[in-house]
């Protein structure tokens, strides 16, 4: 079971009046916030969202019940958060590493540290070469950079934002939620949960671990739930879209039960082929050489003619057979109608096939091309893949893994990869005269 940071027990808030009624704001409610988890908080306008967030982190006291730090009053615990808020909340006067320092300083850190501190942070969330920038010579995004940066300087156990992309443009809050994700996963942030309200219901799917719906008049829970959806999340697909549906059905049907929640076979851990390590030339090779024998031969036969080692054909067969272009039966490899197509096209043509082939049948590809266009950078750290495959590879054959699916989606012009930051990233567009020109002959450019 994971620990428990943060318990709230019958919490309510409300508002007495001069006629001895009470204005309900908050009914009493339970709810933990657990170690190693994303926390969603959805619900309308005047559900006590927010409310219930001050409440969580001791800034506001609720009006009955109690809300627990590891298991002591957080009233007289040593509580350890931070928050960013919607607006930006920067101090004008202060420049971008003045603002950062600013929490360093008001905990009594020496002067030394918190510098060292400050600009470490700035780094990790993009900033470094700001530190003497002013607020309003920041766009929007940066200057929530920079109360990013001033939440996490301090090294919180729990990182609470309060609709903290709400007043950015897509393109931005997209940007800083992939970023946040990357930070979260990759673990380069202490943070142990991350606890954020919104009113995006497709940000909390995108985000979180678990979803909390609130009502409200007054503010209770309706639902409270796990997200079984592996990341990457892809707004597509079918699990994504149950979800989104599931939510904004409990949000607009407030007098209804809440609606059983779907089962999103998108939830299951993804199973990967074993990636043939065969190179796309090879491929091409062996389907031309099964056209000159009518389209059908006998492996073992095959081999001798090339003579190959068997174990060196066969990769270059399950290659093929993975990628739809030939089917085996009892040793007779049959090349199929798209693996003629082919094996007879010229290259721009062949490329376009192995795109098609490659996204429809091999699931690694399928979630690096989807995960690339996820990212409103169009960047994803080939580390993210690297650890999925490793539950289920050994570490040699996970980076075997990884050199064949960069090998076919490079050919396949499905995304790049940059060697140096060890990042996929989008391809860039050729015109078919540029592809013409790469595919040239050494005589054919010396003509």
């Known amino acids: 079971m994971a620990l428990q940071i943060i318990r ?4 309510e808030k409300y ?5 001895e009624n009470r204005i309900q704001v908050i009914a009493p409610t339970d709810l933990s916030i657990e170690s190693g988890e994303i926390v969603a908080l959805l619900g309308p306008s005047g559900s006590g969202k927010s409310t219930l967030l001050r409440m969580l982190t001791g800034l506001s006291e609720p009006s009955g019940g109690e809300v627990y730090w590891h298991d002591k009053a957080i009233s007289t615990a040593d509580v350890n958060v931070s928050i960013v808020f919607q607006s930006f ?8 590493l003045e603002n950062v320092e600013a929490a360093l300083k008001a905990r009594g850190m020496d002067a030394a540290e918190r510098r060292r501190r400050s600009l470490k942070i700035l780094d990790t969330v993009g900033l470094d070469g700001f530190q003497a920038a002013y607020p309003k010579e920041l766009s929007g ?34 940007n800083l939620r992939s970023e946040l994700l990357e930070l979260w996963q990759k673990k380069t942030i202490p943070t142990r949960s991350i606890f954020i309200v919104t009113h995006n219901i497709e940000e909390a799917v995108l985000l979180a671990d678990r ?16 997200v079984k959806l592996e990341h990457p999340r892809d ?3 079918s699990g994504f879209t149950q979800l989104v549906d599931y939510i904004y059905k409990v949000l607009t049907q407030p007098d209804a039960q809440p609606p059983a929640l779907p089962a999103t076979p998108a939830g299951r851990r993804a199973h990967y082929q074993m990636l043939p390590h065969a190179r796309p030339g090879g491929i091409a090779g062996l389907l031309e050489l099964l056209l000159d024998h009518q389209g059908k031969d006998d492996i073992y036969r095959l081999a001798d003619d090339l003579a190959f080692e068997i174990d060196d054909l066969l990769p270059i067969v399950d290659a093929a057979r993975l990628l739809g272009f030939l089917t085996v039966t009892e040793g007779d490899a049959a090349i199929t109608a798209t693996g003629a197509e082919y094996a007879n096209s010229e290259i721009l043509r062949q490329k376009e096939l192995f795109r098609i082939a490659a996204v429809e049948n091999v699931l690694l590809l399928r979630q690096i091309v989807r995960a690339i266009e996820a990212k409103s950078d169009r960047s994803v750290p080939e580390e993210f893949f690297h650890d999925m495959l490793d539950e289920q590879f050994s570490e040699e054959e996970t ?27 989008q391809p860039a567009k050729l015109s078919v005269e540029d592809e013409e020109e790469k595919t040239e002959s050494p005589e054919e450019i010396d003509a």
């Not at 909390?212 to 796990?226: E, Y």
């Open 15 to 19: 508002y007495a009046q001069p006629s």
């Open 141 to 174: 995004g940066m200057r929530q950079r920079v109360g990013f940066a001033r939440a996490l300087v301090v090294e919180p156990e729990v990182l609470f934002m309060d609709e903290p992309f709400s007043a950015l443009d897509v393109l931005t809050a997209e």
């Open 211 to 226: 979803i909390i719906v609130l009502g409200r008049n007054p503010g209770h829970v309706r639902t409270d739930f796990k």
């Open 89 to 96: 909340a920067l101090f004008p006067w202060l420049t971008v």
């Open 399 to 425: 980076v075997r893994q990884l050199e064949t699916a960069i090998s076919w989606g490079r050919y396949a012009e499905l995304f790049d990869f940059d060697a140096g930051r060890r990042r996929f990233i």
């Open 235 to 237: 707004r597509k697909a």
């Open 8 to 11: 709230a027990e019958r919490v």
